[in-house]
């Protein structure tokens, strides 16, 4: 049995295509990171499994319980972390926490939700009410209301979106430890340093396609291994710019083997240009995302050898 | 294992998955919602309970002044006893289905529907804790005006069973059309205009303020079509033992419209009309 198991999911939303079948299986207990552009249906995905939308065709699974046909039994599995920063304003951080976990038939729980306010930063606001509460704080709060009832799956939408340093720390420590409990964490984000610290799977979408889907040691292996960072103050020579990642003054280039660096500083040389703290290093989930996705769009995933 | 990678098992200890669904455990997610609706109207007291009742007792202290002595309704009733019970039962109805309509699409609105979206709670949870908060909220604000207008008037409790049935009948009614209308809306606008163009002209045009005898037979005829007209006729029988039309009549009228409504709202519900995409 899988944690989350998609089948041929497809969502049409008027004239775009936001997932056009997508198959994914998710083993209990991983740390899955769900990568890939704005609009590439991520969102959408976790919105199905959460009973929020609809798919048009296909099929998902929660432990085993259909998501439309025995939505009760998947709900009660799994906790989501919404991306929107919602919040209803008529009660206290702690009154909101035993409301969730009154939903799902969870009462007396109070233990529990100390032991999250306390992982979460948010002991001393227990009793403020929830306007009071800052963006990052009502982010904690959000993250509570996801596990106030123990649910063994949790799916987090973007939960470090906006949000500082040290709640993104305080964060992590706290699902990394869920995790290692026996937790399934599904999450999709933005930073993807973050993924690459965390997640032992990865699956990138692409307009709402699986393009890749693998252990992150070898995504991370399996591409262009080798990549090159300077900074520069003269505009890069035209003939390198498509393998290359601009950032303001700093450059990245992706080479395969240390001919293609031998090349790449020749050209640089021959335009007259000199790089500055200049450093050879591995390529990061960064530049294999940029790779994937600049690269032509794939057929589609088989369901057969994702799920198996 | 394919290329693509497998997922790993059986590595590390897992979590025991969730508790399979008990009937303490749906009841308890039914409380709960209830509990929090109530809850809600509650914190904000001020404006969802005295502010009703005051409005109330408005309209008693000046249509009362204008017409008690001009007017006596079926025969010997004066007219400020005659609008008490109108003017309560106009404020359970418009209370009951301000709060069921008003919780909705403030949640829709703010986006923190969501945390009701992602429970396991059936849309028969729903329709009992949104429509049983505005029973309550009916209730509170009803007990309310007849407090504070019961001294302006004798009053008798002739058949004290139909008050209660209409009451409840009434409330439940619209709470469930004030769901209904949440669902549909998209703004604070159309709820607003369903409330000044529909419940309220039905409710002012019901006989609160007069009976329908005095009317001319063609509006008459027109009122016999208002649902709300019966809620209220019905209402008062149980406080003078006598009416515009049989009780049973209303009964039977305010008994379908509710299975109606009721129905319609619970097919809504169970199909997540306009909040699940």
Same mark, same amino acid.
């Given at each position: 049995?899988?944690?989350?198991?998609?089948?041929?999911?497809?969502?049409? $939303?008027?004239?775009?295509?936001?997932?056009?079948? &997508?198959?994914?299986?998710?083993?209990?207990?991983?740390?899955?990171?769900?990568?890939?552009?704005?609009?590439?249906? !991520?969102?959408?995905?976790?919105?199905?499994?959460?009973?929020?939308?609809?798919?048009?065709?296909?099929?998902?699974?929660?432990?085993?319980?259909?998501?439309?046909?025995?939505?009760?039994?998947?709900?009660?599995?799994?906790?989501?972390?919404?991306?929107?920063?919602?919040?209803?304003?008529? $009660?206290?951080?702690?009154?909101?926490?035993?409301?969730?976990?009154?939903?799902?038939?969870?009462?007396?729980? @109070?233990?529990?939700?100390?032991?999250?306010?306390?992982?979460?930063?948010?002991?001393? *606001?227990?009793?403020?009410?929830?306007?009071?509460?800052?963006?990052?704080? *009502?982010?904690?709060?959000?993250?509570?209301?996801?596990?106030?009832?123990?649910?063994?799956?949790?799916?987090?939408?973007?939960?470090?979106?906006?949000?500082?340093?040290?709640?993104?720390?305080?964060?992590?420590?706290?699902?990394?430890?869920?995790? !290692?409990?026996?937790?399934?964490?599904?999450?999709?984000?933005?930073?993807?340093?973050?993924?690459?610290?965390?997640?032992?799977?990865?699956?990138?979408? !692409?307009?709402?396609?699986?393009?890749?889907? @693998?252990?992150?040691?070898?995504?991370?292996?399996?591409?262009?291994?080798?990549?090159?960072?300077? !900074?520069?103050?003269?505009?890069?020579?035209?003939?390198?710019?498509?393998?290359?990642?601009?950032?303001?003054?700093?450059?990245?280039?992706?080479?395969?083997?240390?001919?293609?660096?031998?090349? &790449?500083?020749?050209?640089?040389?021959?335009?007259?240009?000199?790089?500055?703290?200049?450093?050879?290093?591995?390529?990061?989930?960064?530049?294999?995302f940029l790779e994937i996705m600049q690269a032509e769009m794939?057929?589609?995933?088989?369901?057969?050898?994702?799920?198996? | 294992?394919?290329?693509?990678?497998?997922?790993?098992?059986?590595?590390?200890?897992?979590?025991?998955?969730?508790?399979?669904?008990?009937?303490?455990?749906?009841?308890?997610?039914?409380?709960?919602?209830?509990?929090?609706?109530?809850?809600? %109207?509650?914190?904000?007291?001020?404006?969802?309970?005295?502010?009703?009742?005051?409005?109330?007792?408005?309209?008693?202290?000046?249509?009362?002044?204008?017409?008690?002595?001009?007017?006596?309704? %079926?025969?010997?009733?004066?007219?400020?006893? %005659?609008?008490?019970?109108?003017?309560?039962? =106009?404020?359970?109805? /418009?209370?009951?289905?301000?709060?069921?309509?008003?919780?909705?699409?403030?949640?829709?609105? #703010?986006?923190?529907?969501?945390?009701?979206?992602?429970t396991p709670l059936s849309h028969w949870a729903w329709f009992?804790?949104?429509?049983?908060?505005?029973?309550?909220?009916g209730v509170v604000v009803g007990a309310g005006v007849m407090?504070?207008?019961?001294?302006?008037?004798?009053?008798?409790?002739?058949?004290?069973?139909?008050?209660?049935?209409?009451?409840?009948?009434?409330?439940?009614? =619209?709470?469930?059309?004030?769901?209904?209308?949440?669902?549909?809306?998209?703004?604070?606008?159309?709820?607003?205009?369903? /409330?000044?163009?529909?419940?309220?002209? =039905?409710?002012?045009?019901?006989?609160?303020?007069?009976?329908?005898?005095?009317?001319?037979?063609?509006? /008459?005829?027109?009122?016999?079509?208002?649902?709300?007209?019966?809620?209220?006729?019905?209402?008062?029988?149980? %406080?003078?033992?006598?009416?515009?039309?049989?009780?049973? #009549?209303?009964?039977?009228?305010?008994?379908?419209?509710?299975?109606?409504?009721?129905?319609?709202?619970? =097919?809504?519900?169970?199909?997540?009309?306009?909040?699940?995409?």
């Open positions: 049995m899988y944690a989350v198991e998609v089948i041929d999911v497809a969502r049409r $939303f008027g004239p775009v295509q936001a997932l056009a079948g &997508i198959d994914l299986a998710v083993g209990e207990g991983e740390f899955f990171g769900l990568l890939g552009p704005n609009g590439a249906g !991520k969102t959408t995905l976790i919105s199905i499994l959460a009973g929020l939308t609809r798919a048009d065709r296909g099929s998902a699974r929660i432990l085993g319980h259909d998501v439309i046909a025995d939505f009760r039994a998947a709900r009660r599995n799994l906790g989501v972390v919404p991306q929107e920063l919602v919040f209803d304003p008529f $009660f206290s951080v702690r009154e909101a926490l035993r409301i969730q976990g009154g939903y799902f038939g969870v009462y007396n729980n @109070d233990a529990w939700i100390d032991e999250l306010l306390a992982n979460l930063g948010l002991a001393d *606001k227990a009793n403020a009410n929830m306007r009071q509460l800052s963006g990052g704080m *009502k982010r904690r709060v959000l993250v509570a209301q996801a596990l106030v009832h123990r649910p063994p799956v949790i799916v987090l939408d973007e939960p470090t979106a906006g949000v500082d340093v040290e709640l993104r720390q305080t964060l992590w420590q706290f699902i990394a430890r869920l995790n !290692k409990e026996g937790h399934t964490v599904l999450l999709t984000t933005h930073y993807l340093e973050e993924a690459e610290a965390l997640c032992n799977r990865i699956a990138m979408l !692409k307009q709402g396609r699986v393009v890749a889907l @693998d252990r992150t040691s070898a995504l991370l292996a399996g591409t262009a291994s080798t990549m090159l960072r300077f !900074k520069l103050d003269r505009p890069l020579p035209t003939q390198l710019l498509a393998q290359s990642r601009v950032t303001g003054r700093i450059v990245q280039i992706t080479a395969h083997d240390a001919r293609e660096v031998e090349s &790449i500083l020749a050209t640089l040389h021959a335009a007259a240009c000199e790089p500055e703290d200049l450093e050879i290093g591995r390529a990061d989930l960064e530049d294999v794939p057929q589609r995933i088989p369901a057969a050898q994702v799920a198996h | 294992m394919s290329s693509l990678g497998a997922p790993p098992r059986g590595a590390r200890p897992l979590v025991a998955p969730a508790p399979a669904e008990t009937p303490a455990s749906v009841l308890s997610g039914v409380r709960t919602l209830l509990y929090k609706e109530v809850l809600r %109207f509650w914190k904000v007291s001020f404006q969802t309970v005295a502010a009703p009742v005051l409005t109330a007792v408005l309209y008693l202290l000046i249509f009362g002044h204008v017409l008690e002595g001009r007017v006596t309704v %079926f025969g010997s009733v004066g007219y400020t006893s %005659f609008l008490i019970p109108g003017l309560v039962m =106009m404020s359970v109805l /418009q209370n009951a289905f301000a709060n069921s309509s008003s919780s909705l699409i403030q949640s829709k609105i #703010t986006g923190n529907l969501v945390f009701l979206l992602v009992l804790a949104y429509v049983g908060a505005s029973l309550v909220r407090l504070v207008t019961v001294w302006f008037a004798p009053l008798h409790l002739a058949a004290p069973g139909w008050i209660l049935l209409f009451t409840v009948a009434g409330a439940v009614l =619209m709470g469930a059309l004030g769901l209904i209308a949440g669902l549909w809306a998209e703004k604070f606008d159309q709820i607003a205009a369903f /409330q000044n163009f529909l419940i309220m002209p =039905m409710t002012f045009l019901s006989g609160v303020f007069y009976s329908i005898q005095s009317l001319p037979p063609f509006w /008459q005829a027109v009122s016999h079509l208002n649902p709300f007209f019966y809620m209220i006729d019905g209402f008062r029988h149980g %406080f003078f033992g006598v009416s515009d039309v049989s009780p049973w #009549t209303s009964l039977a009228v305010v008994g379908c419209s509710l299975v109606v409504v009721c129905s319609l709202c619970l =097919m809504l519900l169970r199909r997540g009309y306009k909040i699940r995409h």
